[in-house]
């Protein structure tokens, strides 16, 4: 019988979990590299909930997103860190509430 | 043949146009001689096709003699109609009958002539070229009215000659009472545009069609009254292009534009356009007694009216143009009483000495450097000579004096008058043929003899040979257009018969009866005297005379106030609420509600600024919270409601 069958809310818990500590940590740290780490862990989040999902439903659709989202956020993770290179140049700190000059 | 007939009505109706459009595209290039000449060869080239379409259908047997041509033709890939609105189709067809062919020959011949004229008359005009535009599409605008096949092509004429007639009043926008005169006659069109669009409205509701044959084939299965009610509705628009009472304002005033326009619009064609018109929709005034009657009553009204009021004016143009609107009464009177073809008679005869009486009048104005008081003329007999033998032969012919044409086409109508049992019009008509020869004689006294030259101006002789020639030949037709109809010879009745067939009431003219025309034409003779007392003769008889009736001069003088009454009545009210609205409604009504749409509109943007402050967790709280609120409402629908879901 091999590894038993991991059922499918278990997955989900571990997810919504995940989710959530990366939303909590988007919400209360002000260092934007933390900030884009804690934005990884909710892609991953979703990731894992999409692969949990293909595999209940035996539907290869959700781990062909798991690949998109993965180069999607690769992409993001690339433009979000040369923005924060590029504070950190004219800036002594990298403080996200310091830097509001685009405010209304 | 059938090509021919065809095609000649088309290529006449669109050549005035074509003209037009030649004008206006190489007008600038040429010299403004070329705009004349096109213009001239236009309208000839029309007349001429008139006339041999005529001379083609005139020889036909006599019930083929009515043509309903429809266009585009049959063998075109176009379906056979113009407009196509569900059950209603409406065809572009013309309806060549001889009443269309009678007026089709008026509008081109006379319309001719006076182009010719204006060559000489508009020499020194500023927009030379665009006047002889104008006078193209007016005189395609008239064809097509005539020409037209149903009511909706009819209208369609119908406002173009109110436009052209609007362009040409106010050709000389220089002066503001060329322009308000324009502005009047224009808004005084529309009142009866709008009575002919209800009495198309009328057409619509009880025939389902507006073509001409189906209408007046199907005439009686609409009751009386609906065809009475049609009828008033487009006597309205009659009597606002015929001038008629009450919408005769405008006409007056109309003769601001430049003579050769009196002379074409406001003389010979467009205002008789309502004679037309009664004439064309006679199967409907037939079987309407009320809506003939009041035809006949407010022509003879007009007539009597408009008579008294030329008596005392002093424009010369002032003075034809309220003789035109008398005269047009008498059209207006004849086709009231069913007298179709006396009307088109006198019809054509006043299109003749009238056109020539403005084009004498023409001269005389344009050799005097613009004056049109008479009372600043005076013994220019012997100055113009053309002017005033010309002048002479249209005063006779409008007089009705024997054998002038006037004599014929009045002595018509009156006959008809008594043959239909309406002796107080008659009487009516009789008094104003006196008035007529009283103020005509009178106007000719004052212009060419009554002393010396009084003006300021010296004047010219005539010399141009466009306005000479023109004038000449109107003269000639002013002494034998009445010939068409003589004692057992009448070419009016027969010719237009064919297009009366359904009429059954087309009364042969030129049956003399000796008494009542003795005495048309002692009253004419009576008007002509009294005008010479006054005028040559006894000048202390008339002062005392003129001192005796001042309020009754004043009265008439200023053509019974209607202009003042008019002006309290519409004017002052439309202008006092005008002024009203823009002062208080316009800035608190209109402008608080725009202005409280901006407000709005910063308010919310305002209250939103508040939301955007630059601190990027703030916005991904904004996200989170979006996010939790589109999941509940997933949730929501998933569940049918959370209380379900926690059930």
Request: hydrophobic share 55%; with cysteine; glycine share 8%.
């Amino acid at each position: 019988m091999g590894i038993a069958q991991v059922p499918l809310a278990d997955y989900l818990t571990v997810s919504a979990a995940i989710f959530v500590i990366g939303v909590i940590g988007f919400l209360l740290r002000r260092n934007p590299i933390i900030m884009l780490m804690a934005i990884e862990l909710m892609w991953n989040a979703g990731n894992l909930a999409f692969a949990a999902f293909a595999r209940h439903f035996i539907d290869m659709s959700g781990q062909v997103f798991v690949f998109i989202v993965i180069t999607v956020a690769a992409a993001e993770a690339a433009i979000a860190l040369a923005i924060v290179v590029m504070v950190f140049r004219r800036r002594p700190d990298a403080d996200v509430d310091e830097i509001s000059v685009m405010r209304g | 043949m059938e090509g021919y007939l065809r095609t000649a009505p088309f290529t006449i109706l669109f050549l005035p146009l074509f003209g037009m459009i030649v004008i206006a595209l190489v007008g600038p290039r040429v010299h403004r001689i070329g705009a004349a000449v096109i213009g001239n060869l236009s309208i000839l080239g029309a007349f001429v096709l008139t006339a041999m379409l005529a001379w083609t259908v005139w020889r036909l047997p006599p019930d083929a003699q009515v043509l309903t041509v429809k266009y585009p033709p049959a063998w075109a890939a176009h379906p056979q109609f113009w407009a196509h609105i569900p059950p209603l189709t409406i065809s572009f067809e013309l309806r060549i009958d001889s009443l269309a062919l009678v007026w089709m020959l008026i509008i081109t011949g006379v319309g001719f002539l006076i182009h010719l004229y204006s060559v000489g008359y508009m020499a020194d005009a500023k927009g030379y070229r665009t006047f002889f535009a104008y006078m193209n599409l007016f005189v395609f605008t008239m064809l097509l009215l005539v020409m037209a096949g149903n009511f909706l092509w009819l209208l369609v004429g119908w406002g173009g000659v109110g436009l052209a007639s609007y362009l040409l009043i106010g050709f000389d926008a220089d002066r503001p009472a060329a322009v308000l005169a324009a502005r009047k006659a224009l808004i005084m069109n529309v009142i009866g545009d709008v009575g002919i669009m209800i009495a198309l409205f009328l057409l619509y509701a009880h025939f389902g069609s507006l073509s001409y044959k189906e209408v007046f084939g199907n005439v009686t299965s609409a009751s009386q009254s609906a065809l009475n009610w049609i009828g008033i509705w487009l006597l309205l628009g009659a009597v606002a292009k015929s001038a008629q009472l009450p919408l005769q304002t405008w006409l007056p005033d109309a003769m601001e534009g430049p003579t050769p326009v009196s002379a074409l619009i406001h003389a010979a064609t467009m205002v008789t356009a309502g004679v037309y018109l009664i004439a064309r929709a006679h199967p409907i005034y037939d079987h309407a007694p009320i809506a003939a009657t009041t035809v006949a009553v407010i022509g003879c009204a007009t007539a009597f009216f408009a008579a008294t009021i030329g008596t005392v004016q002093y424009d010369i143009k002032r003075v034809l143009a309220y003789s035109t609107m008398s005269q047009i009464g008498y059209m207006v009177l004849a086709v009231g009483v069913g007298a179709y073809a006396a009307g088109t008679f006198h019809f054509i005869t006043h299109a003749f000495f009238k056109a020539l009486l403005f084009m004498a009048a023409g001269i005389i104005i344009h050799n005097l450097g613009g004056e049109q008081d008479i009372r600043k003329m005076g013994g220019l007999a012997r100055r113009m000579p053309l002017a005033f033998w010309t002048f002479l032969i249209g005063t006779l012919a409008i007089s009705g004096i024997y054998p002038f044409a006037g004599f014929f086409s009045k002595d018509a109508i009156f006959d008809q008058l008594l043959a239909s049992h309406h002796p107080v019009l008659w009487a009516f008509a009789v008094a104003t043929a006196l008035l007529t020869a009283y103020y005509m004689f009178r106007l000719l006294f004052l212009t060419f003899f009554t002393g010396e030259y009084r003006g300021e101006h010296e004047p010219h002789a005539d010399r141009s040979f466009t306005m000479m020639i023109p004038t000449v030949i109107l003269a000639l037709l002013s002494v034998v257009g009445g010939w068409l109809v003589l004692p057992g010879h009448d070419a009016i009745s027969s010719t237009l018969a064919p297009a009366f067939a359904d009429s059954g009431k087309l009364p042969r003219m030129g049956e003399i009866n000796w008494f009542f025309t003795s005495i048309a034409t002692l009253v004419a003779v009576l008007g002509f005297g009294a005008a010479y007392v006054l005028y040559q003769r006894g000048a202390e008889i008339r002062v005392r005379l003129s001192t005796a009736l001042r309020p009754l001069r004043a009265l008439l003088f200023n053509a019974y106030y209607f202009d003042t009454i008019y002006h309290w009545l519409f004017e002052v009210p439309a202008l006092t609420l005008a002024s009203d609205v823009a002062r208080y409604i316009d800035p608190e009504g209109v402008g608080g509600v725009t202005a409280g749409v901006a407000r709005a509109a910063t308010g919310v943007g305002d209250a939103m600024r508040g939301w955007e402050t630059g601190y990027l967790r703030r916005y991904g709280l904004s996200m989170v919270i979006g996010m939790v609120l589109v999941l509940a409402f997933y949730l929501y629908l998933a569940h049918g409601g959370i209380a379900a879901g926690m059930k």
